[in-house]
């Protein structure tokens, strides 16, 4: 079945430091959501991506959707304490009525 | 916060046993969708129910069943429970029916734990 491949599973960087985690997918997506899971909390709605080459900013947050709509990025720039947690990507899936998750890049800031 | 609560937060049960979980929807949400979350992976999607019919299921085996009901609130009832089983089950209530596409609100979940 469909699939959305998600990488690195972790990424432990300094405070100050940028974060970037990717999704791949081998076929074509309709769209792209992101989600941010506090350690303990539940996943929390980032942002939707559905246009070829998109780019959006939250913040120090930027999303990006390929142009061939097969993957997709986030990065954030210059991590602070507040951005811990696991970052998933989640893509509609056959059908349409369901969403495949990547299993996500754990973000953790070195002490 | 989401307006989407679950029952119970915690819940610790043994094998062969049954257990239900409850979801009460954001208000004005006709679609809720469940989701097994083990620890350390991403959510993998249960079944979805739109305006009480199950929409879609994942590959879950059919001692997973749920509910919807006319106000939108939901349960996922387990059957058999496995020790595979343990993990934080997720609802997530959507506003503009069964679509992929559509925003998902989640609940805190319910820790399941099978001894």
């Known amino acids: 079945g469909q699939q959305v491949m998600q990488i690195p599973q972790y990424q432990h960087v300094q405070e100050g430091e940028d974060f970037t985690t990717y999704c791949n997918s081998s076929t074509t997506l309709s769209n792209i959501q992101w989600y941010k899971q506090r350690p303990g909390g539940h996943p929390v709605f980032l942002i939707q991506l559905v246009k070829s080459g998109e780019v959006k900013k939250q913040k120090r947050l930027t999303f990006q959707f390929g142009e061939a709509k097969k993957n997709s990025s986030l990065h954030i720039t210059a991590t602070q304490t507040t951005d811990v947690g696991t970052y998933f990507c989640?893509?509609?899936?056959?059908?349409?009525?369901?969403?495949?998750w990547g299993a996500g890049t754990k973000l953790i800031i070195k002490p | 916060e989401t307006g989407v609560t679950q029952s119970p937060t915690h819940l610790i049960k043994t094998r062969g046993q049954q257990v239900t979980l409850r979801c009460s929807s954001q208000s004005g949400h006709n679609t809720v969708s469940w989701y097994q979350q083990a620890l350390g992976q991403g959510p993998q999607f249960i079944f979805q129910?739109?305006?009480?019919?199950?929409?879609g299921r994942g590959n879950f085996p059919p001692r997973f069943s749920g509910l919807q009901f006319p106000n939108y609130s939901s349960e996922l009832n387990v059957n058999a429970l496995e020790l595979d089983d343990s993990a934080l089950y997720l609802c997530?209530?959507?506003?503009?029916?069964?679509?992929?596409?559509?925003?998902?609100?989640f609940g805190p979940g319910t820790r399941l734990t099978v001894l």
């Open positions: 129910y739109y305006r009480e019919e199950e929409n």
């Open positions: 997530a209530s959507s506003p503009s029916g069964p679509l992929g596409t559509d925003t998902q609100y």
């Open positions: 989640a893509a509609a899936g056959s059908g349409n009525y369901q969403l495949i």
